[in-house]
């Protein structure tokens, strides 16, 4: 097994970089008691991280997620997307996800969450709160096969959106979970 050092400390597994890397308690809470992931819980704010079917034995991990409860949108698949490169316990991996949570952590994010009547149409997630770089878009089912239909007219929906013409658009600031 490679030597994976974090924050100075020789780990050799997922679980010993979360409890090093969540172990402010007045931050954070890990909650290991679902054997399909660990949740860590903020403290200061409804931001939850997911490290998604955590494998001791493997030492792998299929994803890292972040979701706050205020908003829909949240940091879509970090590791899905090529599970076996980012998914295995490497220095390499162990540092792609680290730089992916200091959005939750350290920088906050910003979501527009858009809705047609109550339902969900879509939400955007940014990396900071000045949009300069989108994290996700995700695009709710809620409305049904609507949403395949609207799709081509996605951005002059949203447009309409932003202006209160048609639906409505939320902002939300998702505030970091540890102040600088």
Request: with cysteine.
């Amino acid at each position: 097994m490679e030597n994976v050092i974090f924050n100075g400390v020789k780990i050799s597994t997922w679980l010993e970089y979360i409890l090093l890397k969540f172990n402010d308690i007045k931050h954070f809470e890990i909650d290991q008691e679902n054997e399909n992931y660990i949740l860590v819980k903020s403290k200061t704010n409804n931001t939850e991280i997911w490290f998604i079917e955590y494998d001791e034995i493997n030492q792998t991990i299929t994803d890292c997620q972040y979701s706050n409860k205020d908003c829909k949108s949240w940091s879509g698949e970090t590791c899905q997307i090529d599970y076996e490169k980012y998914g295995t316990f490497t220095q390499e991996n162990l540092n792609a996800v680290d730089k992916t949570l200091e959005t939750p952590i350290y920088n906050g994010w910003y979501s527009e969450d858009y809705y047609i009547g109550n339902d969900l149409f879509k939400a955007v997630s940014y990396t900071d709160k000045y949009k300069t770089r989108r994290i996700l878009t995700y695009t709710s089912g809620g409305i049904g096969c609507l949403v395949f239909l609207l799709t081509p007219f996605s951005k002059i929906i949203e447009y309409l959106m932003k202006k209160g013409i048609f639906g409505s658009c939320e902002r939300i600031i998702i505030e970091p979970i540890v102040k600088k």
